[in-house]
């Protein structure tokens, strides 16, 4: 059983940062790829930012500048450190994670996502 926890999500005004946290648990050989997503209201889901184990990050146009995604491949752990915030930055974040684990026999990888965070930025 694996379980990816999401933490740091809240109102912000406009300019102000926040700081979101994902760590994963469970059955765990190695956690693989990370990266943050978000659904603003009305909209599809889309990628905010994506990290490999190695530290290689990509970021969305959108948020180039402004975010920074980090992980702590100790804790397992991956944060998303969302400075000068706007409102249409305003979504549910998701963190998503591909992760290597024991099957019955042999291991495999699979694709994880957490519960979902709120972040609300006013105008």
């Known amino acids: 059983q694996v379980q990816l926890v999401e933490s740091g999500g809240g109102l912000v005004q406009a300019g102000g940062s926040l700081r979101l946290s994902c760590a994963a648990s469970?059955?765990?050989?190695?956690?693989?790829?990370m990266g943050w997503y978000r659904q603003p209201p009305g909209s599809e889901r889309e990628l905010v930012a994506t990290?490999?184990?190695?530290?290689?990050?990509t970021y969305a146009d959108s948020v180039k500048g402004r975010f920074t995604i980090s992980r702590d491949n100790v804790k397992n752990t991956v944060y998303l450190q969302m400075n000068s915030l706007k409102p249409e930055d305003t979504a549910v974040y998701y963190c998503?994670?591909?992760?290597?684990?024991?099957?019955?026999?042999?291991?495999?990888?699979?694709?994880?996502w957490g519960q979902g965070t709120q972040v609300t930025v006013s105008s």
């Open positions: 998503n994670a591909e992760i290597t684990r024991a099957r019955i026999i042999g291991v495999g990888r699979y694709n994880y």
């Open positions: 469970g059955s765990i050989i190695s956690v693989n790829g």
């Open positions: 990290i490999t184990s190695g530290g290689t990050t």
